[in-house]
């Protein structure tokens, strides 16, 4: 064969590196070629306003963000929060006074008020006394004479559906680094309960137990054992595949059993009930861990200039977001929960939409930012544990840390990823995932299943957008 | 170029498949070639009178073998053991009476007792009352006026260097489909207690509390909840980090929440030790576990003919394993706790050897069995979650069955490895690793360590050879 009549021969080994739509890459691998995808999508979703927005916050402007997110994020991180004290909510929550209710997420009016958080609302009132009856609740609730306040106005979180007025206990949290004090109502367990959006009998007879012998008994335990740091015990149950939100049973036996000698020596009128409560409710530590979030994430928000996101509350009908060093709130439709599996008769058709406070767990490296560590949680996912370290993983890609306490087994030891950028999200479209319970749409039927809720991106581009005006203002 | 100038050429890319031993895969992997090792080595170690003795149970003999082995796992994992009694071991064991004490182990002698159980008998011995002093214990357990017996002649089992006499509290745990009974000691606790070897006033004087008042109030306990169902509890524990032998933690957690309305019904002289106790206690769930593993392998050992191993147990002189459908005990040399954290100034060489009843764990699908799902196993190994993934791996390399109730979420929700094949272990030569703590060996330090101990290979060979000629004489 001569130089002339050589053949041009194709190589017989291709490997492909493929950027962008999975389409060519699939094509290649069809071929039993090697492929690399590299994960490239469209920034902002290709929105050219927000495109804009996100250049804006780069170059010079992008140092000082990073400075002080690295603040923003060392206070989420390091804020030691200590249960100090139980009482009702009038004592210790300032301001808070007269006929009213303090709700889960963003502020509402009663005619928007989805019905599992009306129920729970209409337990709060006639617990309150302020009704004989829910159909006298319902009657006051409407005409406007009982008051409804977010509670997130009055550095409160509050799970689920849940509604109290100034009668209810609250436990009382202190970031004494921060000088920051949050609060959370006593968790009112599994079952016929109001947080569930259930208004039965046994349901207000719940709130009045613990307002009556529940937090009371709370406090002497508390008085005996003094102040109780809850991320230390919150980092134990990390290492026993609680999420610290859908699952927190392994942090509340290891508190319970901490607390045993305290239990132990109540007094008798009381005792008993407490301990019956106790050993019913796997979800006890929820509350303690979401005013231990919220303390920390109000430390962070005393810090200027930041684009981490330190509030996730929604109520039932919208969802609302804040960033540190902002007093705005930014406020979109809740979703429904997608990835969810559903009591037996039950299913996505009778679902209300995502509620509650506690995905303020979600942004200090809980709930499905610890979801790899948590077979729990990989208990709801078609993919198992694989799918839980993916929904870590997803966090990651829009936080700017990770944890120096929350420590993953299952995922290298690595700390779970903490501090959500909101640049990130808008630019990557990918908003935190949340491991959450879910309520029945309308019938009372309460808690009818569990998954997992992907927060709307629409709130974070609202708040990327202010970023970028306030920082031009100012 | 013509044909007949043409060069030989090697091929440029070569895959390899290496049989044996791993220095030519060693070889070929630095040249940056792929290689898949077969993990081949000679069938038990190269000793022909035990590749002859494999041979001989192999062929028409084998089926017969797997038969039996089959019923002898069905019962190692489908027994259903409750807790039904907590009263004094001479009022529940049968036949024990005067001065005995049941220790760990295979049978032994005074003179041959290692230090820590020494410590352990002379404790007990005190705590009956049959001397004032550790010392004139000493004398008396020297001159034999005390009666040695191995707890596992009298259905007990007994963690670590554990000794106790007819007064000490023993749990009853049946398995009601099997007919058979198991005891043991309620666990005496972390720190300063007789069961790591320590002989000291605080020591006896737990085994004084477990007696007078240990002991009727976990019965007022048990009076009042109804029988307890072990395995149910451990199966719970298994998803959430307990390997269920050195580490019971969540799943003693998880017992107390349950109990705790039985806990605060107690009455009021004893009701507070008793919590306090418990609330010190995380390693209070061991003993229930291995009584129920005792329970379990007592019915297995009414099969006949099978290779199924049903006890492994060690004195810290002595190692002891059984096969179910044998009455022989096949014995060696007690080995030390080789892969093992220290606490600080503590090291291999202050070590005693690997010492307890609570190997009997790693026979039903826990402890080493379970380490892929145990966190706290991984950590006492240098690869962490990867050595404890091999580690039940290489459980299931010697097992004939996978449990039906023990799931590790990290190991693909496979059950853990269950029915130890002697044949298996022997031909492999491979043997069973077993999670333990470590003692003190001479000081009375107590617990100084961690680990995981390997059994010895010895036992296994005696217990084949014995496989062989009973099936020949039989």
Chains 1, 2 share one sequence.
Request: aromatic content about 6%; charged content about 20%.
């Amino acid at each position: 064969m001569t130089e002339s009549t050589r053949a041009i021969v194709l190589p017989g080994d291709v490997s492909v590196v493929n950027v962008g739509l999975s389409l060519f890459a699939d094509a290649v691998r069809d071929q039993a070629a090697p492929v690399e995808e590299v994960d490239w999508r469209i920034p902002a979703d290709g929105q050219l306003d927000l495109v804009d927005a996100l250049e804006q916050l780069e170059g010079p402007r992008a140092a000082g963000i990073d400075q002080a997110n690295a603040e923003a994020v060392r206070r989420l991180d390091r804020s030691v929060p200590l249960l100090v004290d139980v009482a009702p909510a009038g004592t210790l929550i300032p301001d808070l006074s007269g006929r009213t209710l303090l709700h889960c997420g963003p502020a509402i009016e009663w005619a928007e008020v989805c019905d599992p958080l009306r129920r729970s609302m209409r337990a709060a009132t006639v617990a309150e006394g302020w009704a004989g009856t829910i159909e006298q609740a319902d009657l006051i609730l409407a005409d406007g004479s009982v008051r409804l306040q977010p509670a997130y106005r009055y550095d409160t979180v509050m799970p689920m559906a849940s509604a109290i007025g100034p009668s209810a206990p609250v436990f009382a949290v202190d970031n004494r680094d921060g000088g920051t004090r949050a609060f959370a109502p006593i968790n009112q367990g599994p079952g016929e309960t109001a947080w569930f959006g259930r208004e039965t009998p046994a349901a207000i007879a719940r709130l009045e137990f613990l307002r009556d012998i529940g937090g009371p008994m709370l406090r002497d335990i508390l008085d005996s054992s003094g102040p109780i740091d809850i991320f230390a015990l919150a980092a134990q149950g990390v290492q026993i595949g609680d999420d610290v939100h859908m699952r927190t049973q392994g942090t509340t036996n290891l508190l319970i059993r901490n607390l045993l000698p305290q239990i132990a020596a109540l007094p008798d009128p009381g005792r008993l009930e407490l301990a019956q409560y106790l050993s019913g409710n796997h979800l006890f530590f929820l509350n303690l861990a979401m005013a231990a979030a919220k303390s920390a994430a109000m430390w962070a928000e005393q810090v200027e200039g930041s684009s981490i996101v330190t509030m996730m509350c929604r109520n039932g009908t919208s969802y609302a977001i804040k960033l540190a060093g902002s007093r705005d709130v930014f406020i979109s439709a809740a979703p429904p929960v997608e990835e969810a599996m559903y009591y037996p008769d039950y299913g996505p058709e009778t679902s209300a939409p995502d509620i509650g406070d506690s995905a303020i767990l979600e942004l200090v490296g809980l709930g499905g930012a610890a979801a790899a560590g948590s077979p729990a949680v990989a208990g709801f996912l078609p993919g198992g544990m694989a799918d839980a370290v993916s929904m870590t993983e997803r966090m990651a890609s829009i936080c700017v840390a990770e944890s120096t306490r929350f420590k993953l087994p299952t995922w290298n030891n690595r700390g779970t990823p903490v501090g959500v950028d909101v640049r990130r999200v808008v630019e990557l479209d990918t908003t935190p995932k949340v491991t959450t319970g879910i309520l029945h749409a309308s019938s009372g039927a309460g808690q009818i299943g569990a998954g997992v809720a992907t927060a709307p991106v629409e709130s974070f581009r609202a708040a990327l957008r202010s970023l970028v005006s306030d920082a031009s203002s100012g």
